[in-house]
């Protein structure tokens, strides 16, 4: 299995809303990442998660949550976003961190609305 | 810090053709330096990387040229077809992650 999968594929959600985004990978990977991208834009970093610790945190404002319950598991936790926030949310898996073969795996991705 | 430019940002090439897309990055990118394919709607894909340690690698139609001196690496495609078109990000390692360039949009023609 090399599949990075994420859920919901599409969200739309108001500003006084709470909702989280999920992805899964199988692959055995240690290290999973939070990308933002924005139209005709580069996945721009939000978050990465080493052996379920957060290594790194972009600067990213407290409304995005992120959990690793597992090994395998990433969250994406949404409170009280702003319509600039609307973007498609990637998710990524390495074998781990600044190590290996450095491939990231993306998933899909979940195209989030706020209004 | 943590500069990464590539060029050109768009590239429009007639089937058959070669395209070339640089990439150039600031001191402090480590040892590994990676291509993305992104097509209309879908995920970002690697499609070849290279370490510091070599100058050159090639996968078929697709190579990628490190120059450690001008701080800069290379995508180039050749004998392009319709299904190269795509956005292309470069992203050099700066510690512990990757840092993605623009993007090139490429059209091949055909």
């Known amino acids: 299995d090399t599949e990075v999968t994420q859920t919901p594929k599409h969200l739309v959600m108001g500003m006084t809303n709470k909702k989280s985004l999920k992805c899964e990978q199988h692959?055995?990977?240690?290290?999973m990442y939070w990308y933002k991208q924005k139209a005709k834009k580069p996945p721009e970093l939000m978050f990465v998660y080493s052996y379920e610790k957060l290594s790194i945190n972009e600067s990213v404002p407290s409304r995005f949550s992120p959990e690793c319950p597992n090994s395998s598991l990433l969250n994406l936790h949404l409170h009280a976003l702003q319509p600039e926030d609307s973007a498609l949310y990637l998710c990524?898996?390495?074998?781990?961190?600044?190590?290996?073969?450095?491939?990231?795996?993306f998933g899909e991705g979940s195209r989030l609305t706020v209004l | 810090g943590e500069n990464v430019e590539q060029h050109p940002s768009t590239l429009s090439v007639q089937e058959g053709d070669s395209a070339v897309i640089k990439c150039t990055y600031s001191?402090?990118?480590?040892?590994?330096f990676p291509w993305y394919k992104q097509e209309l709607g879908k995920r970002p894909q690697l499609i070849i990387d290279i370490r510091s340690n070599v100058g050159e690698k090639k996968d078929q139609r697709i190579a990628v040229t490190l120059n450690k001196t001008a701080k800069h690496f290379s995508l180039h495609i050749t004998e392009t077809q319709p299904e190269d078109s795509a956005v292309y990000f470069c992203a050099p390692r700066y510690g512990n992650k990757l840092v993605f360039g623009a993007g090139t949009i490429l059209r091949v023609k055909s």
């Open positions: 001191d402090s990118a480590s040892n590994y």
């Open positions: 990524a898996s390495s074998q781990e961190v600044g190590r290996g073969t450095g491939e990231l795996f």
């Open positions: 692959m055995g990977h240690r290290a």
